[in-house]
């Protein structure tokens, strides 16, 4: 006998069930039902239906980070575009007037790169000579054209999700009102004192030409060389003239540029004694070395030495008036400076060998240490010039004597010699302890997605830490860091978390780096007088001001490059 169930047609059960009755189809058909709806919202002019009806209630502002207008939507600009629809049409409900004003992000680097790719190097075409007045504005109306013709696609896709908003009254940041008024909000910069333009180390992209600000970086996996490097002590030290301070660093191509030995008064450090090493080795027995004691015996590991003996302590006193010769000096001319041990805060001994290589164009924490010791320096009869050993190309430049040309990173944001011809070289003069090789977090470009570098150049600054003169006088304290601090406090923050977070972002930024060496954008328009050492005096003229604001609303930023912009603005100044 089967076990499997027989089944009965002798009863009808379907008249038994008793389901709700709806209107809604089996089927939604969205395809074919969302257009209609669309076309219906526009027929009875839903939005301006909702402003109407949403008179004299309490407001609720969405601010919306705008998406950029290049190509078409993804599925990360519908999950955004979904999601804060919910909450604008949620708050409508709720008896709110939320009055959603979509806005694009138009200027920058993507958009000049597509017009160059499409309308130059595809046609074999040169770039555009941007000196001339003419060709810089013929460019940056390409770009204008094509984030506009982008700017009504996405529009146009966004509506068929369903969002609601003033698509009418958009906004975009090449508008010309608001390029006019991001010229406004600079000058009050300049006004305050917070806008200056200095000489720092910043970061760069060799790929894209340009500065980057911290926003615009993201840490990745990264493979660096890393060499252990001897610093000779000077003949005049005493017990210490045959020792070399070891530094480590995961940046060999930075030591042509380096001018300086950080340590730190809080760490102990001693003077060991090379007396066992492999014939082959580059430290050879009976060498002198200067170490923090906590790190020596992995410094002696890595450089392959087999024994070693500690001959004495070196106290912090006595770094602090230590100096060393550069460890290229025997390799190139160039480099015969005498190169100070600065005491630090920012050397720790938890990796490396307690004493921090310190090129000060190369490096945030090595300008700042350089620079606060710039006055002592010079009394010590030490040049606080810092060399431009890099440029744009990421190439070292007749700076770094002996490696001209040498690419520390390509076009294509591949390794290029650099590193591997500092390294040659430090083995050749007889200054190099160990190399490796180290993967660790380092910071790419987030448009390019390759790696950036440190490099000192002239760029202009919004400052964290600068009094701010609102009226003219500044209030000690009062800083755009202390306001913004000050802001986060009173602010509502969901989650909470959130709030710890930005509050240490902000407690860290460095001062704010606004330049970018790019044709497609808002133009720093200050005009200034040059002070020769990189810095200029910004003129704060509200007559001037007023000429290039109004000229902006009524012509766009492109009046900055026209033919006689300066003559136009300045007047008989």
Not at 454 to 471: E, L, V
Request: charged share 25%; hydrophobic share 40%.
């Amino acid at each position: 006998m089967s076990d499997k169930p027989v089944k009965s047609d002798a009863h009808d059960y379907s008249s038994t069930l008793y389901l709700p009755q709806t209107e809604f189809p089996m089927r939604a058909g969205l395809p074919q039902a969302e257009p209609k709806m669309l076309e219906r919202w526009n027929e009875i002019d839903l939005y301006g239906s909702l402003r109407k009806q949403s008179k004299g209630k309490p407001k609720f502002v969405l601010h919306d980070g705008p998406p950029y207008a290049n190509g078409n939507i993804h599925i990360g600009h519908a999950l955004n575009k979904i999601l804060k629809d919910v909450v604008t049409k949620s708050q409508q409900m709720l008896g709110f007037d939320s009055n959603y004003v979509p806005g694009w992000d138009c200027h920058g680097l993507p958009i000049e790169w597509k017009i160059e790719e499409e309308n130059y190097r595809s046609k074999g075409k040169p770039k555009p000579d941007f000196r001339d007045s003419a060709a810089m504005v013929a460019f940056r109306q390409e770009c204008r054209a094509y984030a506009g013709r982008w700017l009504d696609v996405q529009r146009a896709e966004f509506k068929r999700l369903g969002i609601v908003g003033d698509w009418n009254g958009r906004y975009a940041t090449m508008d010309f009102f608001a390029e006019a008024q991001i010229a406004r909000e600079l000058m009050k910069f300049a006004a305050n004192g917070t806008l200056y333009r200095g000489s720092k180390p910043v970061m760069w992209s060799v790929v894209e030409k340009t500065a980057l600000a911290e926003a615009e970086v993201e840490y990745e996996d990264y493979t660096s060389d890393t060499v252990w490097v001897k610093f000779p002590v000077k003949a005049e030290f005493g017990r210490l003239a045959k020792a070399s301070v070891v530094i480590w660093t995961t940046t060999p191509w930075t030591l042509p540029g380096n001018r300086a030995i950080s340590f730190s008064n809080k760490i102990s450090y001693g003077l060991y004694k090379v007396t066992e090493a492999p014939a082959d080795n580059w430290v050879k027995p009976g060498e002198l070395l200067i170490l923090a004691d906590t790190l020596a015996e992995s410094v002696f590991k890595q450089a392959r030495v087999t024994a070693y003996e500690k001959s004495g302590d070196v106290d912090s006193g006595i770094l602090d008036a230590l100096e060393c010769k550069h460890p290229l000096a025997g390799f190139a001319g160039g480099y015969e400076f005498t190169v100070p041990l600065l005491d630090g805060d920012h050397v720790t001994d938890d990796t490396g060998t307690g004493f921090v290589h310190t090129a000060p164009g190369h490096g945030r924490e090595d300008f700042d240490i350089w620079m606060s010791n710039a006055r002592e320096l010079e009394a010590r009869g030490i040049s606080a010039v810092i060399p431009y050993t890099v440029d744009e190309n990421g190439a070292l430049t007749e700076q770094a004597p002996g490696f001209v040309g040498e690419r520390v990173i390509n076009d294509k944001g591949e390794k290029g010699g650099a590193n591997e011809a500092v390294i040659k070289a430090l083995a050749a003069a007889g200054m190099l302890l160990a190399r490796s090789r180290l993967k660790h977090q380092y910071p790419h470009s987030w448009r390019s997605k390759k790696p950036v570098i440190y490099r000192n150049t002239p760029q202009w600054f919004i400052a964290m830490d600068k009094d701010i003169r609102d009226d003219g006088a500044a209030k000690p304290g009062d800083t755009l860091r202390h306001r913004a601090l000050e802001a986060i406090k009173v602010t509502q923050w969901v989650p909470a978390m959130g709030q710890n977070r930005i509050n240490g972002m902000i407690n860290t930024k460095p001062d704010w780096v606004i330049s970018r060496q790019r044709a497609w954008g808002v133009p720093i328009a200050v005009f200034v007088r040059e002070k020769g050492d990189g810095s200029a005096e910004i003129l704060i003229d509200d007559t001037v001001n007023a000429r290039i604001a109004d000229a902006f609303d009524a012509e766009g930023a492109d009046a900055w490059y026209a033919d006689g912009a300066r003559e136009r603005f300045l007047g008989s100044l």
